[in-house]
């Protein structure tokens, strides 16, 4: 995490909004050849993201009343981006990654636009690596997981989504192996009908709901399949080694994902379809009323499985600075067969305007049925990209 004097927060915002009024392509700070010998480059490239968005539910209740300084337009993961590659000869590179996520309205103190809880910048990801185009990829770091890369993203297509996803739920996402983690290591090879995926992280722990999560050990695995040019299809597999503290009180237990994604685009039409298995990941809150003891064997002692589905296609406009128009359909269901009696599901329909100079505008219309009574809800987000 890091953290700044609110001038120099200013002064990033400022900064980054200076640049997106300039470009809205991927950004060349750096592209030097024959930096130290006569074979390398050195290139240092950045992009971003700023996303205003707005949710508007049909009615608050105990399900959503935290969220209603939602309705005026907050951040939505707004991001940016830094990449660097050292090329030492053809075959090899040397390459480190950042991505933080910025919250420009928190940034600016923009009252009544962020919630007090929310962080100025988070660091998502920060790892470095070496490349090789015969032997693969290798990286260590905070990275993004496995299981989100090859499998999560495939049906990740539209802005209120990954609700079947255990990311979402998890107190610990960026440490059970399902958002991203630290102390990652990483290796992956591509080949022309397939990509092959491995993961192992480290010990690592954090606290959250006055209980200690410590990941002893976690590995992960997956394969990409191309089935053509336009349809991968991807499974993967996680598993941790963790426990739980509470008091003089610990408890050993494991976890395990198992997931399965489809995706298609053939520059018009885009489907995602996908779901997963999620073993003692998604909490139960009502354990964090019992006993120390009986907290913590009962807190992460579930077993559920979601899906999700998207279609739309993509109409190339390409004049009135509208580039293409998006609609499309979309939906998810997540229900526990263990730990505690709940289920979501959600279906909705939505579009995606894509204008020139890196500027979008989304909205859905989301419908939802699950055991909190959440109400139904429209999406408004404004974007920029460069």
């Known amino acids: 995490m890091v953290k700044f004097i609110l001038k120099y927060h200013r002064l ?29 480059r050195l290139t240092l490239t950045t992009s971003g993201s700023l996303r205003l968005q707005a949710l508007n539910f049909d009615q608050y209740n105990p399900s959503n ?94 802005d209120y989504d990954t609700l079947a996803q255990p990311q979402t739920w998890s107190p610990v996402a960026y440490y059970d192996g399902t958002q991203a983690g630290r102390k990652s290591l990483r290796y992956e090879k591509k080949f022309e009908r397939f990509d092959i995926y491995l993961g192992y992280q480290f010990k690592d722990d954090t606290t959250t709901q006055g209980i200690r999560y410590q990941r002893e050990s976690g590995q992960a695995v997956a394969l990409d399949l191309h089935l053509n040019a336009q349809t991968h299809w991807a499974t993967s597999w996680t598993h941790n080694a963790a426990n739980l503290q509470r008091v003089d009180a610990r408890h050993d237990f494991n976890q395990d994902t198992l997931a399965s994604a489809l995706f298609y685009f053939n520059g018009r039409w885009m489907f995602g379809l996908g779901g997963g298995w999620y073993k003692n990941m998604l909490p139960n809150y009502d354990a964090l009323a019992l006993p120390a003891s009986a907290s913590l064997s009962q807190f992460l002692n579930s077993e559920a499985y979601g899906f999700e ?78």
């Open 65 to 158: 009343e935290s969220q209603k300084y939602r309705r005026d337009g907050y951040s939505a993961t707004s991001r940016i981006y830094a990449n660097l590659n050292y090329q030492m000869n053809p075959d090899l590179s040397v390459l480190a990654g950042y991505q933080n996520y910025i919250n420009p309205p928190k940034i600016l103190d923009w009252e009544g636009h962020y919630s007090s809880s929310d962080e100025n910048i988070t660091t998502e990801q920060a790892y470095v690596g070496i490349a090789s185009k015969r032997y693969g990829t290798l990286k260590f770091g905070k990275i993004y997981s496995i299981y989100y890369d090859v499998v999560g993203s495939k049906t990740d297509l539209w």
């Open 309 to 386: 589905y998207y279609a739309g296609y993509q109409f190339q406009i390409g004049h009135h600075a509208i580039k293409t128009v998006q609609p499309y359909v979309m939906g998810n269901y997540l229900d526990y067969t263990r730990g505690v009696d709940f289920s979501r599901r959600d279906h909705g329909v939505g579009v995606a305007v894509r204008f020139t100079h890196g500027i979008g505008f989304d909205y859905e219309r989301l419908y939802t049925k699950d055991t909190w009574n959440t109400p139904d809800m429209h999406l408004f987000r404004l974007r920029y990209e460069w």
């Open 12 to 40: 990033i915002a400022a900064s980054s909004l200076l640049i997106s009024s300039s470009t809205f392509a991927q950004i060349t700070l750096i592209d030097q050849a024959q930096v130290l010998t006569d074979q390398d």
